[in-house]
């Protein structure tokens, strides 16, 4: 065991209270906050609301330094196979074209990037339309996962409203028609995204909105174009003839793909300047990432924290509440971005983790949150760390949003007397992590942010973060029991416990188309 591991267990018998270390601290604040500027947008990390104090911090800072972060990183950087269970690099930050990223993979990434967004372009300004000649109107972007989380949450932050942009994932019978409502196939573009293309959901989906269009349109394959690191696969697959098609690399993980040709819908959503911001404020964030000590290293500290929170002080849960409308898919992109790539018990040589591994991420919007949940974190029984996320920059009408944030993570951290039933116990952690302006920019600085402090935590758990061997099982099953429940394969060869289910769905099944 590590020496500051098990200095940080002694640590965590006894950790610091909130008010105490207020009360006994008057320099807690600014001893505990961080700030910096990364590209043009100031951000702002403050841990002081956290069960943390110099001796934790530094403790949790010479654990990442005998842990390797940093040759974890610089590794993740170079292109080593960083994937060692899928013999692969993870080289999302070559398509933002980082510092310190492996050259030859800069290149193939911009590559495949820069012809997605020249696509987007060209959709965008008419140079590319639709077969009858007339200009697209709207994108119906099919994808699940990776493929889909974080272009959702691009498009829900900074699409411009020039196309009418829908997101088709979910195989729920009336997905399709419900993303398909009031629009017009002669002037619809479907991007299909799956770096697979063995995605039953995406394949499915893609062949219900090719059909669409096919009964407008006597040729559709113009107004279908796919993005995948299987170009040979797609078409076959899905059925149907893609226009064109746009590759990625097979070194980007789906869920750190935002920034890679997947991104397509949300550069055909924001415009290419946008997306170009975004990239660029992940760019900074890499570089900060990549340079920065780790005594000041934003990402390290973020996922130095949750490990404290998660490893030592026994919280199973984190929760994010971003205080901002535009961020409603945030909490959806880093549930797959944390507990897809650290959701995990067995570490990356083979071995068994020592500890706890990643938090059940949850969360939602504030100041609907306070409405929602938050009751418990005030007075539960659980104690539940949040990640408070503002957006500074909004001017006065951004004033009570802030405010709001503010009084929750206070109320979390001081509580308040009063009789059992009005007592808050305080005391409760929370990070606030705050952007300077609201900017495309400024989005990509808080996704890189998270996506580098994930792979923070999974080099302090010992595990791969690039894998996801976990969800292959459910895929599998799924197969098997919908062939039972079609007659394509006989009934019994599923568990016990599905059987008897099955019985009663089939029963309940229905003929509704
Ligand atoms: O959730 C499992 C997963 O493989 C994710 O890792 C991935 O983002 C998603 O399914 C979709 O995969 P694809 O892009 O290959 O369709």
């Known amino acids: 065991m590590l020496p500051s591991w098990?200095?940080?267990?002694?640590?965590?018998?006894?950790?610091?209270?909130?008010?105490?270390?207020?009360?006994?601290?008057?320099?807690?604040?600014?001893?505990?906050?961080?700030?910096?500027?990364?590209?043009?947008?100031?951000?702002?990390?403050?841990?002081?609301?956290?069960?943390?104090d110099h001796e934790v911090v530094g403790a949790l800072v010479a654990l990442a330094d005998e842990a390797g972060v940093a040759r974890v990183r610089d590794a993740m950087f170079a292109g080593e196979h960083v994937n060692a269970t899928e013999d692969r690099p993870a080289l999302h930050v070559a398509s933002r074209g980082a510092e310190g990223a492996d050259a030859a993979a800069v290149r193939e990434a911009r590559a495949s990037l820069d012809a997605a967004l020249a696509f987007a372009d060209a959709v965008r300004n008419g140079t590319e339309r639709a077969a009858d000649g007339s200009r697209f109107q709207s994108v119906v972007a099919v994808g699940i996962g990776g493929s889909d989380l974080g272009p959702r949450l691009v498009h829900g932050a900074f699409g411009d409203g020039a196309l009418e942009c829908r997101f088709l994932s979910n195989v729920d019978p009336a997905a399709p028609s419900a993303a398909l409502a009031g629009l017009d196939?002669?002037?619809?573009?479907?991007?299909?995204?799956?770096?697979?293309?063995?995605?039953?959901?995406?394949?499915a989906n893609v062949r219900a909105v090719a059909g669409w269009l096919a009964a407008a349109l006597p040729d559709p394959s113009r107004h279908l174009v796919a993005v995948t690191e299987r170009p040979e696969r797609a078409a076959g697959a899905a059925g149907v003839a893609f226009g064109r098609t746009f590759s990625m690399p097979v070194w980007i993980g789906g869920r750190f793909s935002v920034s890679s040709a997947a991104g397509l819908a949300a550069a055909l959503s924001t415009g290419t300047d946008r997306f170009r911001g975004l990239l660029a404020g992940m760019r900074a964030t890499d570089d900060h990432f990549r340079s920065a000590p780790l005594s000041s290293n934003l990402p390290v500290l973020l996922g130095l924290v949750t490990?404290?929170?998660?490893?030592?002080?026994?919280?199973?849960?984190?929760?994010?509440?971003p205080y901002s409308d535009a961020l409603a898919g945030f909490v959806?992109?880093?549930?797959?971005?944390?507990?897809?790539?650290?959701?995990?018990?067995?570490t990356a040589d083979g071995g068994t983790v020592r500890t706890d591994t990643a938090p059940v991420v949850w969360g939602g919007v504030g100041t609907d949150a306070q409405h929602a949940f938050m009751q418990m974190l005030h007075q539960g029984t659980s104690v539940v760390p949040v990640d408070f996320i503002g957006v500074a920059g909004r001017g006065p009408g951004g004033d009570a949003l802030f405010a709001n944030?503010?009084?929750?993570?206070?109320?979390?951290?001081?509580?308040?007397?009063?009789e059992p039933h009005v007592a808050c116990p305080g005391d409760r952690p929370s990070t606030v992590v705050a952007l300077g302006e609201w900017t495309p920019a400024g989005l990509g600085v808080l996704m890189a942010l998270y996506e580098h402090s994930t792979v923070v935590e999974g080099a302090l758990w010992g595990v791969n973060s690039f894998d996801q061997f976990g969800v292959e099982m459910g895929k599998r099953i799924a197969g098997a029991v919908l062939a039972e429940i079609e007659g394509t394969s006989p009934r019994g060869g599923s568990d016990a416990a599905t059987e008897a289910t099955l019985d009663w769905y089939l029963l309940h099944r229905g003929s509704a188309s």
């Not at 196939?185 to 394949?203: D, I, N, Q, W």
């Open 332 to 346: 959806p992109w880093l549930q797959q971005v944390s507990m897809e790539s650290n959701g995990k018990r067995t």
């Open 307 to 321: 490990v404290w929170n998660r490893s030592f002080l026994g919280r199973g849960a984190k929760a994010v509440v």
């Open 6 to 52: 098990r200095r940080l267990e002694a640590l965590a018998v006894d950790p610091p209270s909130i008010p105490g270390s207020f009360a006994s601290d008057p320099s807690r604040p600014s001893a505990l906050t961080v700030s910096a500027s990364l590209g043009a947008t100031d951000v702002l990390l403050d841990l002081s609301r956290q069960h943390v």
């Open 185 to 203: 196939p002669r002037t619809t573009l479907v991007v299909a995204c799956s770096k697979s293309f063995g995605t039953y959901e995406t394949v």
């Open 405 to 418: 944030l503010l009084a929750q993570a206070a109320a979390l951290a001081f509580g308040r007397d009063g």
